[in-house]
């Protein structure tokens, strides 16, 4: 296993969207292994491929607070989601340090592949849902501070900006 570099927002690979994992072999059993300890290294709840700049669609999770549950989900899809929504405060491996409320259903079906390429559906409800829609935002180009008001982008977009710069300096 291998730890993983985590790209940052705004970084432009970060809105690649992935592509469909056509057959789930021993490179993908690497790469999951790979992010799993990235993950859990950094420490995160989730972390989807694109985040590691694997643009394929690979997603793990783990919101156990003893950290022995991790999920695979290889192709995971979204088919149901209910009208009744939830408001957390969502953070991003991809954007450290910045927290905030975001709005998604507070339920959600989900079918993905497993890490014998078999597929499985499930519910989710609570922090699961929520990490699931996340990371699967992520499979499709987007990051969670897109779903914030323009001015709070573009604050966070400068913020962001100027950090890096001041580290480069040094």
């Known amino acids: 296993m291998a730890l993983l570099t985590i790209l940052h927002y705004p ?3 970060l809105r690649k969207i992935a592509k469909r994992v056509a057959v789930v072999d021993d490179r993908i059993h690497k790469l999951v292994a790979d992010m799993a300890q990235t993950m859990y290294e950094a420490p995160g709840v989730g972390l989807a491929a694109t ?3 694997v643009h394929e669609r690979v997603v793990v999770i783990d919101v156990s607070e003893e950290k022995n549950d991790l999920r695979v989900l290889i192709n995971p899809e979204i088919l149901a989601s209910s009208d009744d929504q939830n408001t957390y405060e969502e953070g991003c491996l991809s954007v450290p340090g910045v927290y905030d409320e975001v709005d998604r259903p507070a339920r959600v079906r989900v079918r993905a592949l497993d890490l014998a390429g078999q597929p499985y559906e499930f519910d989710a409800d609570g922090l699961l849902a929520v990490c699931v829609q ?6 499709n180009g987007k990051v969670f501070v897109q ?4 001015l ?3 604050r966070l977009k400068a913020r962001l900006r100027k950090e890096q710069r001041e580290l480069e300096r040094v």
């Open 134 to 139: 996340h990371e699967i935002d992520h499979l």
């Open 152 to 154: 709070k982008q573009t």
């Open 147 to 150: 779903h914030l008001s323009t």
């Open 51 to 53: 985040q590691v700049d």
């Open 11 to 13: 970084d432009k690979r």
